[in-house]
């Protein structure tokens, strides 16, 4: 594919960010947060799980805290401050209304106007296939970002002091196998690359290579690729649905 991918819209001030594990924001897209938090704009970062299932050698009762520690770092270093668990399942989340009105409930509390998730589709374009956690709350965002304006879903938000929120203009979907838009990834990729790092513990059982090699190649990589894309600059890409 030859076609220039557009910009990201510029004209917001929050966003939200919602995926299912810990390190899922720092491989799909951390680069452009921290270029987002340099000019000045609120994001907020919602994990489904701890990611507790998720290192074979470690009990999930000592990985869950482990890996939530090494999330708050890593958005720190990316210049988020706010990161909240809804202690779904890690392994097993299920796509459905529970899923759907917690993360309506997010969207209701932080009133962003752009909210951001992973690839929800079946494979990672065609060649892999993509786990179930991140199918099930990509497709929960998308869904959730309307049911958050509609009073007449899940109403018991209402009671719950958090009011309809109709503002999310767009859901943006990072790493996706057909992107419409991307962000300059040149001024926050050393940061995303310190980001990833923090995921140590994850990532020393993942990989034989050494972690900073590992981080700095698969995210350079990335962003180099799509600078084909984005009038030769590396980029961090994302699909656009707007609302």
Request: hydrophobic fraction near 40%.
């Amino acid at each position: 594919m030859t076609d220039q991918l557009e910009p990201m819209p510029a004209d917001w001030q929050r966003a939200l960010a919602v995926v299912a594990h810990p390190d899922d924001l720092e491989y799909g897209c951390a680069a452009a947060i921290a270029g987002w938090t340099d000019e000045g704009r609120e994001i907020t970062y919602v994990l489904a799980s701890r990611g507790e299932a998720g290192i074979d050698t470690i009990e999930p009762a000592k990985c869950g805290p482990l890996r939530e520690q090494e999330q708050r770092a890593s958005a720190a270093v990316v210049g988020v401050r706010t990161v909240e668990f809804l202690d779904h399942k890690d392994g097993v989340i299920e796509y459905g209304t529970g899923l759907r009105r917690d993360i309506a409930a997010a969207i209701r509390k932080h009133r962003p106007e752009l909210v951001i998730t992973l690839n929800h589709r079946d494979t990672w374009g065609g060649v892999a296939w993509n786990t179930p956690d991140h199918q099930a709350v990509g497709r929960a965002v998308l869904d959730a970002a309307g049911d958050a304006g509609n009073r007449w879903i899940f109403p018991e938000l209402g009671e719950q002091g958090l009011q309809p929120w109709d503002g999310v203009r767009w859901v943006a979907v990072a790493g996706s196998a057909s992107p419409t838009h991307a962000v300059d990834a040149t001024r926050g990729l050393e940061r995303s690359i310190r980001s990833l790092l923090e995921h140590r513990t994850y990532i020393e059982v993942l990989t034989d290579e050494d972690p900073e090699t590992y981080c700095r190649t698969f995210l350079s990589g990335n962003a180099e690729a799509a600078a084909a894309r984005f009038g030769g600059t590396p980029a961090i890409t994302f699909e656009l649905f707007r609302r």
